[in-house]
């Protein structure tokens, strides 16, 4: 739960409240993670509350609600130290919806998958070029940047791929249609009904 951790990670620094965590959030790695939606940290907070992570005290204010102050607990910082010690490893395989794309296309000939391919590439140019832009925005926030970078290297990764899907089109939509349906394995949908009745 790699947003608990985060969280638990902001308290390590000090006692906060709800918005003063996501704007702290954002401010660090906002521009590649995006916003922190505020009802989902309350959430959070409210699990790691419930989990003994954190502890929380309401703190009176004039002219408005309660405020709500949360803080790590010894239990939190050790959870918090195993995560950090722990190493990020990928749980469940490479899924990505650009695979699920190359799957059906590949289902549906050569020049489709092609199509799919170009449509991504292109995608992944617009990204880069988009990307460029924030890094030279954000280069003297080492933080941020080193993010960019990840995003970048990650994208042209990304289109590298696209790049080889267009030029294997032809062998990839071979592999795509080399098994026969069903429909050609057990003979057409009428001629099975007839066989059935009577």
């Known amino acids: 739960m790699p947003i608990h951790h985060a969280v638990l990670g902001l308290l390590a620094e000090g006692a906060s409240y709800g918005y003063e965590l996501k704007g702290r959030f954002e401010e660090a790695i906002g521009p590649q993670w995006g916003q ?15 989990e003994g992570l954190v502890t929380r005290r309401s703190v009176p204010q004039t002219d408005r609600p309660d405020k709500l102050v949360y803080r790590l607990t010894k239990q939190g910082r050790r959870e918090l130290d195993d995560w950090l010690s722990t190493p990020s490893i990928r749980q469940s395989g490479y899924r990505d919806d650009f695979i699920l794309k190359l799957f ?4 549906m000939g050569a020049e489709q998958l092609r ?3 170009r ?3 292109h995608a992944y140019l617009t990204e880069l070029s988009g990307l460029s832009t924030l ?10 940047a080193l993010l960019i970078e990840a995003a970048i ?3 042209e990764a990304n289109l590298k791929m696209a790049e080889r899907a267009e030029d294997q089109a032809e062998r990839l939509a071979t592999i795509g249609t080399a098994k026969p349906s069903l429909e050609h394995t057990q003979g057409s949908e009428p001629a099975a009904r007839q066989g059935s009745v009577g």
């Not at 922190?36 to 790691?48: A, K, V, W």
């Not at 059906?104 to 289902?107: E, F, K, L, M, P």
């Not at 280069?139 to 941020?144: E, G, R, S």
């Open 36 to 50: 922190l939606n505020i009802g989902h940290l309350y959430q959070i907070l409210e699990r790691l509350t419930r």
């Open 104 to 107: 059906v296309g590949s289902r």
């Open 115 to 117: 199509q799919v391919a």
């Open 119 to 121: 449509a991504q590439r």
């Open 135 to 144: 890094r030279k925005l954000h280069q003297d926030d080492a933080l941020v």
């Open 153 to 155: 290297l990650h994208t």
